[in-house]
Structures are given as C-alpha cells and as structure tokens.
C-alpha cells in the first residue's frame, strides 16, 4: 500500500481512515444489489468496491470484487452470494492490517 | 491553473486532492457526474479536468462529448481515468472527447507529467487565443485605414464612425502605432515666412 505512495506515511493513514468509514457502506450496498439480484446494480456496486480496494491492494478483495462485477454483467448474479461471503473475509483480513497500521504498525498490504 | 475533479471513489477523489494541491493546482471536488456538469457552469470553469469513467449521474465518456458541445468549455483539457483495462475503451474514452486516459492504477508520478502536457497545452491554446484576438484587430484597424475615408478639402479632418471629424494625425494615431512629430516643410515655411514678412 505505501508502495503506490512513495512512503507517505501521512497520506497513507489519511486513506485508510477514509476507507474504515467508507468500506461498510459500500459492503452494504453490494450485498444489498445482490440479494435483490439485480444484475446492473450489482456490477456498479461491485466496481465501486473494486475501485476503492485499488487505492490499496491489486489481489485478493480486488480480485474478488473484480469476479462479482463480472458475473453480474454476464447476468449471472445468482453466482455472486460465495464470492460476496469471500469478499468480506478478504476484506475483513485487509482490515486488521489497517487498523495496525492506524495504530503505528507497518501495513503489510 | 483550477482543476476539476469528478469521482465516486472517496478515497481516490482525497488523494487526488492532497497531491493536486501539492503540485499547485487549485481543486474543485465532485462525487458524481452531475455535480461535475453544474461545476462546468461556474463562473470561471476550470481549465483541467480528471473524469472517473464510471460515476453516478452522468459517466466520464458523456460529460466529455456534452461539455464539447459547450464553445466556453470546448478547449478544456481532459483526462479519463478508469480499471476498465480493454483497449476498446482506450478508443471509446478519446473518441468521446477526453484528451488523455490513464489506466488505474496510476503512477502519480505518470499523472503529474501528463497534467504537466494538458497546462502546456491549455497555455499555448489561450496564447493562440489572445494572439487571434490581436490580430483581429489589427485587421480590422488596417482595413478601416485601407477604406474610403471622408475628408475635408479643405482642413483636412477626417470623419470618423461616430460622425465626429478628426485632425488627421489624430485619426491615424487611433487606427495605426502611427506617431507624429511636428515641423514644417520647406514649402510651407516659404509661404508662411512671406504672410509674416507683410
């Protein structure tokens, strides 16, 4: 993560501040999307997550959102609910690191 | 040089921000595309501005082909940022009117050199500008000093558009760098020194 910012330590704890508020709304929205299967909104939601995962890592939960948003423009939504359920572990796992890196730790991400 | 941004992406739309004012760019922040398009309409609209591809209210590739519709907003330059990876969508973002597209994720090193390209051009635009601005009046200056001037035969003033007659010097000094330094020539100086001889 502090690769993509050259070592800002400073900006990088900003982010990631912004990304705990930000990520249970967007977590919300895309189980939301998906147990109301459709397929439009799911693929939004899903890019948005995905595209908020970017500022900080390129496998793993971007991978997992990137997959959802696929699917659900193929119109397979029904296909989606496994990876959501990864999703949030993968995110769950980034998260630990966050907040050790908001608490002065190194971010291994 | 002011800058729009238009985002979704909370965290980038931040970044974004922290490192444009780094670079000395002056930031307007948008979270979707119709706060984007009502920004366009302020009353000193940015010269530069970075598109999401994918935003609520009206997307990247559309605020780009209705803001070139607009003459005041036309020779804004503009940058589409997006994770669509295809290379039909490289094609499908400039042919809607962005003038560069990155990819994310960006190198910030990479944007600012690219925005570095877009005030380059954005400066030469409005030199060109504020040169066409000159040079049509110049040409018009020169085509009025070209036309039929209406002079009197006698004092030879000149009437102008406003109906108001003129020392020629006067007239010529308006529409030309014309200056004037005054004498007398020979000619004249024999016939006035004669009046004031008698």
Redesign the interface.
């Known amino acids: 993560m502090l690769e ?3 070592g800002d330590d400073e ?1 990088a704890r ?2 990631v501040a ?2 705990l508020i ?1 990520y249970p709304k967007l977590l919300t929205t895309l189980r939301a999307t998906i147990e109301s299967a459709q397929g439009d909104d799911v693929r ?1 939601a899903a ?2 997550t ?3 995962l ?2 900080f890592v ?1 496998s793993g939960p971007h991978a997992t959102a990137y997959e959802i948003e696929r699917l659900a423009a193929e119109g397979r939504v029904d296909a989606t609910p496994p990876l959501l359920a990864r999703l949030e572990r993968e995110i769950a796992a980034i998260v630990i690191d966050m907040r050790k890196f908001e608490a002065g730790a190194s971010c291994g991400s | 040089m002011r800058i729009l941004i238009a985002d ?5 739309r ?2 974004l921000r ?1 490192h444009l004012e780094r670079w000395s760019y002056k930031v307007t922040e948008c979270a979707d595309g119709h706060q984007a398009w009502a920004a366009l309409h302020a009353d000193e609209p940015p010269l530069l501005a970075i598109f ?1 591809w ?1 935003m609520p209210g009206m997307d990247g590739p559309r605020l780009c082909r209705e803001l070139r519709e607009v003459p005041a907003l036309s020779a804004m330059y503009v940058i589409l940022i997006t ?1 669509n990876q295809d290379q039909k969508d490289v094609v499908l973002g400039l042919e809607s009117g962005a003038d560069d597209y990155i990819k ?2 960006f190198d ?1 090193n990479e944007l600012r050199a690219r925005l570095r390209i877009g005030s380059r051009i954005v400066g030469l635009q409005h030199a060109l500008a504020a040169k066409v601005v000159d040079l049509q009046q110049a040409l018009s200056d020169v085509k009025r000093l070209g036309g039929l001037l209406p002079i009197c035969a006698y004092c030879k003033r000149i009437r102008d558009d406003g109906d108001y007659w003129k020392q020629i010097e006067q007239y010529l000094s308006e529409y030309s760098e014309a200056q004037f330094s005054h004498g007398i020539c020979p000619q004249c100086l024999e016939t006035h020194l004669a009046q004031i001889g008698r």
């Not at chain 2, 979704?8 to 980038?12: R, Y």
């Open positions: 993509r910012l050259a900006l900003q982010l912004l990304f930000e939004r890019h948005a995905k595209g908020c970017a500022n390129e | 979704d992406d909370v965290v980038l931040y970044s922290v999401d994918n994770s994310k994720p910030w």
